[in-house]
T-cell receptor, first 111, second 123 residues
Framework: EDQVTQSPEALRLQEGESSSLNCSYTVSGLRGLFWYRQDPGKGPEFLFT???AGEEKEKERLKATLTKKESFLHITAPKPEDSATYLCAVHLFSGTYKYIFGTGTRLKVLA | DTEVTQTPKHLVMGMTNKKSLKCEQH?????MYWYKQKAKKPPELMFVYSYEKLSINESVPSRFSPECPNSSLLNLHLHALQPEDSALYLCASSQGLLGGLITGESRPQFAQYFGPGTRLTVL
């Protein structure tokens, strides 16, 4: 069975305290892994797409990396405005299409 | 324009009512999606339209009925809902849906762009 798991479930950081969020997956037919940010009561906002192991993408304080079994979202020197839920999702295709979200990491950055 | 719009923002309905949720995008995307999201849970895929045809129905009860009038619009018709159907309903779109090997310029096509959602309460 295809599974996507994120850890930790929740994370509290002080402003400037760098950390990493994990998205591990056990799937067949991976076509892409996506990271989204979601603020309360709003739709997810697309951040990154990763397609192959070793690939990295960066945007401001965020950097996403991908291995064959997991992806990391590194947050460098976070600010309070980075507080949100971060979701990873996998796009699968092995005869049929699947798009599966992980359970999310709720990040709180304290000033 | 990278925006997906959804109306209404909030909807309260009784179990015997009929209502519709609407979604619109003008990015030229050919795939559109409906998701249901409960509090503190990830979005759950309900339906996918590709080139205006229903491609995926994730075993959603028939009280939810999707419709894609054209490539820019997506509706979700609601009838005889239950209180447990109360949730945030999200619409999303992407350039494409299915593909073989992903190379070069075709890579970005699977990223989904979400609307703000409709907060549905069923009494």
């Amino acid at each position: 069975e295809d599974q996507v798991t994120q850890s930790p479930e929740a994370l509290r950081l002080q402003e400037g305290e760098s950390s990493s969020l994990n998205c591990s997956y056990t799937v067949s037919g991976l076509r892409g892994l996506f990271w989204y940010r979601q603020d309360p009561g709003k739709g997810p906002e697309f951040l990154f797409t990763l397609y192959s192991a070793g690939e990295e993408k960066e945007k401001e304080r965020l950097k996403a990396t991908l291995t064959k079994k997991e992806s990391f979202l590194h947050i460098t020197a976070p600010k309070p405005e980075d507080s949100a839920t971060y979701l990873c999702a996998v796009h699968l295709f092995s005869g049929t299409y699947k798009y599966i979200f992980g359970t999310g990491t709720r990040l709180k950055v304290l000033a | 324009d990278t925006e997906v719009t959804q109306t209404p923002k909030h909807l309260v309905m009784g179990m015997t009512n009929k209502k519709s949720l609407k979604c619109e995008q003008h990015m030229g995307h050919r795939a559109m999606y409906w998701y249901k999201q409960k509090a503190k849970k990830p979005p759950e895929l309900m339906f996918v339209y590709s080139y205006e045809k229903l491609s995926i129905n994730e075993s959603v009860p028939s009280r939810f009925s999707p419709e894609c009038p054209n490539s820019s619009l997506l509706n979700l018709h609601l009838h005889a809902l239950q209180p447990e159907d109360s949730a945030l309903y999200l619409c999303a779109s992407s350039q494409g849906l299915l593909g073989g090997l992903i190379t070069g310029e075709s890579r970005p096509q699977f990223a989904q762009y979400f609307g703000p959602g409709t907060r549905l309460t069923v009494l």
